[in-house]
């Protein structure tokens, strides 16, 4: 809808295509649609592709009801993680969309702007280009990826993490509705997949050692 309304496409249906294509290929809406103007996907008419008018659509026009509201209980249990452990949130969403989305969570003082990577953050990288990682580890004080646990539903950023030497948890979710992209379903037995989870709740109960003895882990 976007696109129709800001971008200049004459439908749905021409903006889904265009939109499909470049997001397989690059998994984040915001490098999908900068790439695809550059490629002369968009209308001759179309004003320019700017991130930051997205971020504000979508953070003003999204129904962040649809999250379920507040994650309450898993909140108390990641406060309750050692202050050894560093959490990062690491988003191909842009960063105005990702801090409501973290905001309707009730999970936003966990991380807070400096823990908050989104797009906008690494362009022109971002999820699954290993230089989109770099930009963090450098920000971070370049943890050895070993000592660091990726938790991701996207099988794309699955492989990559585990290429770069991440421990990797993959949340597999509970129906594949909503799912974008069919080549992305989640695949718990792939061998990049260390463990697996149906939910983010699960992770206490599946990777205990995070709580029981932190001092083993220093996750991203």
Same mark, same amino acid.
Not at 3 to 30: G, I, N, W
Not at 71 to 84: A, H, I, R
Not at 166 to 184: A, H, M, N, Q, Y
């Given at each position: 809808q976007?696109?129709?309304?800001?971008?200049?496409?004459?439908?749905?249906?021409?903006?889904?295509?265009?939109?499909?294509?470049?997001?397989?290929?690059?998994?984040?809406?915001?490098?999908?649609?900068?790439?695809?103007?550059?490629?002369?996907?968009?209308?001759?008419?179309?004003?320019?592709?700017?991130?930051?008018?997205?971020?504000?659509?979508?953070?003003?026009?999204?129904?962040?009801?649809?999250?379920? =509201? #507040?994650?309450?209980?898993? &909140?108390?249990? %990641?406060? $309750? +993680?050692?202050?050894?452990?560093?959490?990062?949130?690491?988003?191909? =969403? #842009?960063?105005?969309?990702? &801090?409501?989305? %973290?905001? $309707? +969570?009730d999970?936003?003082?966990?991380?807070?702007?400096?823990?908050?990577?989104?797009?906008?953050d690494?362009?022109?990288?971002?999820?699954?280009?290993?230089?989109s990682?770099?930009?963090?580890?450098?920000?971070?004080?370049?943890?050895?990826?070993?000592?660091?646990?990726?938790?991701?539903?996207?099988?794309?950023?699955?492989?990559?993490?585990?290429?770069?030497?991440?421990?990797?948890?993959?949340?597999?979710?509970?129906?594949?509705?909503?799912?974008?992209?069919?080549?992305?379903?989640?695949?718990?037995?792939?061998?990049?997949?260390?463990?697996?989870?149906?939910?983010?709740?699960?992770?206490p109960?599946?990777?205990?050692?995070?709580?029981?003895?932190?001092?083993?882990?220093?996750?991203?």
């Amino acid at each position: 809808q976007y696109m129709v309304d800001h971008l200049k496409f004459p439908s749905l249906q021409e903006a889904k295509v265009v939109r499909d294509e470049y997001f397989e290929r690059y998994h984040a809406t915001a490098k999908a649609l900068t790439v695809a103007q550059q490629e002369g996907r968009f209308p001759p008419d179309a004003p320019i592709f700017d991130t930051a008018h997205l971020a504000n659509y979508w953070a003003t026009h999204l129904d962040y009801s649809k999250l379920g =509201g #507040p994650k309450t209980e898993f &909140k108390k249990q %990641l406060q $309750s +993680l050692s202050s050894n452990i560093t959490l990062i949130a690491f988003s191909n =969403g #842009p960063r105005a969309y990702v &801090k409501r989305v %973290l905001e $309707s +969570l009730d999970l936003w003082d966990l991380f807070g702007e400096e823990r908050l990577y989104a797009v906008d953050d690494v362009l022109p990288y971002c999820k699954p280009e290993a230089e989109s990682f770099e930009v963090i580890f450098k920000n971070i004080g370049n943890p050895s990826p070993e000592s660091c646990i990726m938790i991701e539903d996207s099988m794309k950023n699955i492989y990559q993490a585990k290429k770069l030497g991440l421990k990797t948890v993959l949340v597999t979710g509970k129906s594949e509705e909503g799912r974008i992209l069919p080549s992305d379903r989640p695949q718990a037995d792939h061998p990049a997949v260390d463990c697996s989870i149906e939910t983010i709740e699960d992770l206490p109960r599946v990777l205990p050692g995070l709580w029981e003895n932190p001092a083993v882990f220093v996750p991203l």
